[in-house]
C-alpha cells in the first residue's frame, strides 16, 4: 500500500502542488453569530471568534470552505484546527472538547478531499494544521525574570500530543506545525508526531512551516531561515516552507534561501501581501499569483498556497498561474555537519 509520504512525493514529482488559502476570513464572510459559534455545546464562555468549534456547532460552514478551495484547484486541505489545542481553547472554556474538535474536522477536511478525488482519481491530500499556541518555551514573557517560562517542553509536547493523535484518527494525510515562530515549540510539535507514529506504527509525515518576524529572516527565537532548516531537518519532514507574516513580495529572498539547501519539498503559502491601514488585505488574486510564479519559475517551489486575506479567488489564480511549470527538484546536498544556534554552522570538510 502506497503511503502518504510517497503519494505527495510522486505527486509533487509531476507538477507544483496547490495547498489552500486563509480560513479565518472565510468564515468571517458568514457573519455567524455567538449562538452559531456556541451551539448547544452549553460551555461557560462566549465561543465567538472560536473557529475550531465550528467543526461541532456548524460543520456544514468549514465543509464549504474546504469545499470552495479545492474547486479553486487545491491539491491539500489544511485543516480548520490552527486553534483547537488544550492552551488555547482554554480561552473559550472548551479545553475539554479539544480531541472532539480535531477528529471531526480532520473527518470534514477528509470528507470532501475524497469527494473530489472520486472526481477525476487526482490524489487530495489532508494536513492537519498545528498551531504555535500563545506559549513559548524559548523566551521569558517577563521583563524582570529572563529566566521565567510559562509552560516547559513535555507539557507543551503533551498538548500537541493530544490534537495529533485526534487529527491522525480523523483521517489526516499529515502533520502540518505551521506559523513556527519558536523553533522549541516546533521541536515540541515535531516529538509529539513521531511519538504518534510510533504509537501507531507507521509513518506520519511532518509539514513545517516557519513564520518571520522581520525582514531579516528571523523567527521571534531569533532563527534564521537556514538555522531553523538545521534544527529540524532530523524529523526528515516532507515539507519545509515559510507562510504567514509576510506577503510574497517580501518572503523572495527567504524562499530562495531555503530552496537551496532543504533535501525535501518546499511548501511556501503567504499572506495576500501586507495589511492596509485598516488590518485588511486588499492584494488582488492576479497581483499574489504573479509574484509566486517568479519562484516557481525559478524552480524554488514545490507546492503554493496562500495565508491571511487569500480567498479561494487567490488561489484559483495560483493555481493557474503555475500550470504547466516544472516543480523544483530536490538538490544534492553535501553531506557535512550543519549547526543551528541562531545562526547556521556548517563544519568544513
Known sequence: MTTAREKILAEAAKRILITDGA????????KLSEEDYAGDLKLSKDQKGNNDILALTRPEVPEAIHRAYFEAGADIAETNTFSANRISQADYGAEGLVREINVASAQAARKVADEFEAKDGRPRFVAGAIGPTNKTLSLSPDVNDPGFREIDFDTLKDVYREQVDALLEG???FILIETVFDTLNAKAGIMAAKEAGDALGRDVPIMLSMTLTDLSGRNLSGHTVEAFW?????AKPVTIGLNCSFGAEQ????VATL????????MVYPNAGLPNELGEYDEAPETTAGLVKKWADAGQVNILGGCCGSTPA????IAKAVEGI??????????????AGLEP???AA
Open 23 to 30: 480560513f479565518g476570513t472565510e468564515i468571517q464572510n458568514y
Open 171 to 173: 483521517g489526516a494525510d
Open 230 to 234: 538545521h534544527a529540524v531537518r532530523h
Open 251 to 254: 518572503l523572495r529572498p527567504h
Open 259 to 266: 530552496a537551496k539547501m532543504a533535501d525535501t519539498l518546499i
Open 314 to 317: 487567490h488561489i484559483a489564480e
Open 326 to 339: 516544472e516543480p523544483r527538484k530536490l538538490p544534492d546536498v553535501e553531506v557535512r555537519t550543519r549547526l
Open 345 to 347: 554552522m556548517t563544519m
